[in-house]
């Protein structure tokens, strides 16, 4: 924690200027990268709709979902990349080396945030409801700590392995359908409800919506298995990170 | 005071027979019997110490283990062996303009990389104005760096290491770069900076930066050959090459 503490100026420079590099610094760039998830919600919303139709706002909840997993995509292809892209950094300099993954996830920790300011308009437009919409403030540390802990474990692991990104492909594509985006989660059978609760994103995806649509405070369990599990990912990260740190300098 | 114990310090290196960076290749050496590595020693129980206040040269040949010591002593890389113990900040200038993005400002950059070094930000901001005087590039300093030339570009990034307080700085060939004018500068600060009371550990090809530059110095073949005067050990140096 201190270690982070003490290099916070390294921490805040990196994460501004990956960020500033991203959009090139201007909010029209940010509002410009939505093209893409726009044109995909659009396209999903016309071939999904009888499906969406089943749940309220079913524009808005599929936006929020699409949004939501757009983090986890993004975040994590890139962030896998965190120690590999900046081998220079790694073998001439002694910046400790979880900084790198970890200003990757803040930058687009930080550029999703504002992906879902810029979706308020639309929400109102729309008729959500928007009273705990602030609530993201708290959410979204949560979200972006839960990344980071898997940031920290991809990064480290693809210097070993550097096919990880094909296989992770995958697992982002995956995770579109494992969560709750295109469907209501009332079409998951009785039986396998518990195990699709145990992803922890599944929760997380419906305290969004939540505050961002439908005007409610999230479940308090649903929001504390969260944390315990980010918390717990945290830690675990940690030690992989620390041990497989080790032979960076000589596989990078 | 000692400023940098090395002690018995040795670094061995696995270089696999055949590649496997990724999971697939791994996969298929598994059923073709394990990876197989080559053992290759880089440095093999290498001890020495630099004085506070010295100015201490590397020379040798080529994969002598000169880059592989110095990053040991940085801290970048740690050894198999032995320990290292240092009094001090170091500031390692193993290679100009790390983590330099062209597509960014010169003061941007500036700002990255003394951070990198170690630097607060505000500190740095402080001290632009004085890092792009003597980087020599006060007209281009609104400039994105990918239009600087790379001389420029090296300027800059020395210029902005030295104004990052190191007690101690280990300096890789680096300053081989430049052209002649700006080269001479750099030794002229790094003697400034030494009478300032700043340890300097640096590796060199040459002969004559060793002769002009450093107190002591030390010819490095994977172990330690000679340690004394400079004279002494470029006469070994010459010795070394002559052999071949």
Redesign the interface.
Known sequence: MFEYLKNR??I???TK?EF??RYRGTILGVAWSLIVPFLMALVLYVIFSKLLHRTEYGVLYLVVGIFFHRYFALGTSIGLNAITA?A??V?????PREILPLSTTLAYGLSSFMEMMILLPGIIYFGGDIRFFFLLIVLHPIYILLIYGSNLILSSLNV?????KE?WGVVTQLMFFMLPIIYPIEIIPENLLDIYMLNPLVKLLTAYRDVMIYGKIPNIYDLGYVIVVTLVLLIAAHIIFKKLE?GF???V | MRAIEVLGVSKK??IPVERA????E?IVSVFSGGLRYKEFWALKDVSFEVEKGEIFGIIGPNGGGKTTLL?IV?????PDSGEVKINGK?V?I??LG??F?P??SVK?NV??YG???G???KEIERKFEEIVQFAEIDEFKNAKLKNLSSGMIARLAFSTVINTNPDIIIVDEVLAVGDINFRRKCYRKLREMNEEGITILLASHSPEMIRGLCNRAMLLKKTVIEIGEPKEVLRRYEELNAKK
Do not use: C, W
């Open positions: 100026d390294i805040l420079t990196l200027y500033k590099q900046k220079h950094l073998t001439k300099t002694t910046v070993y392995f550097r096919d990880l296989i080790k300098v000589e596989r | 290196f696995k960076d990724t999971l697939f791994r990053s940085a801290g970048i890389l740690s170091v390692p193993l290679g790390v983590g993005n597509e960014l941007d700002i990255i951070t990198i070094m630097l607060r930000k």
